[in-house]
């Protein structure tokens, strides 16, 4: 088992700045690939960014990309997604997700998942 526990999230104005961070516990972090996931109400959960094992491979949804960094630190298992330019549309709940393989954009591919955390931006 993998627990993963979402912080960071909050209230920022349209153009801020936020940093999500997700800290893993219960089996060995270097061994995840790790997805950044964010659904927004009345919408479909949807891929945001997700980064190797080692940190050395990203990936971004084409909305983001540009505006948002995911990295990792294995030494303190968590891993970060950096937030600028922020905009009405990226607000939703974002959740962290794990699994052995990936990187992965599907969701479906993920086997372990944080309860979220509530990003709001107000333009």
């Known amino acids: 088992q993998v627990q993963l526990v979402e912080s960071g999230g909050g209230l920022v104005q349209a153009g801020g700045s936020l940093r999500l961070s997700c800290a893993a516990s219960?089996?060995?972090?270097?061994?995840?690939?790790m997805g950044w996931f964010r659904q927004a109400p009345g919408k479909e959960r949807e891929f945001v960014a997700a980064?190797?094992?080692?940190?050395?491979?990203?990936l971004y949804a084409t909305s983001v990309k540009g505006r948002f960094t995911v990295s990792r630190d294995n030494a303190k298992n968590t891993v970060y997604l950096q937030m600028n330019s922020l905009q009405s549309e990226d607000t939703a709940v974002y959740y962290c997700?794990?699994?052995?393989?990936?990187?992965?954009?599907?969701?479906?591919?993920?086997?372990?998942w944080g309860k979220g955390t509530q990003v709001t931006v107000s333009s």
């Open positions: 219960g089996r060995t972090f270097s061994n995840y690939a």
């Open positions: 980064i190797s094992r080692s940190g050395s491979s990203t």
């Open positions: 997700a794990a699994d052995r393989s990936g990187p992965h954009s599907s969701g479906d591919r993920y086997e372990y």
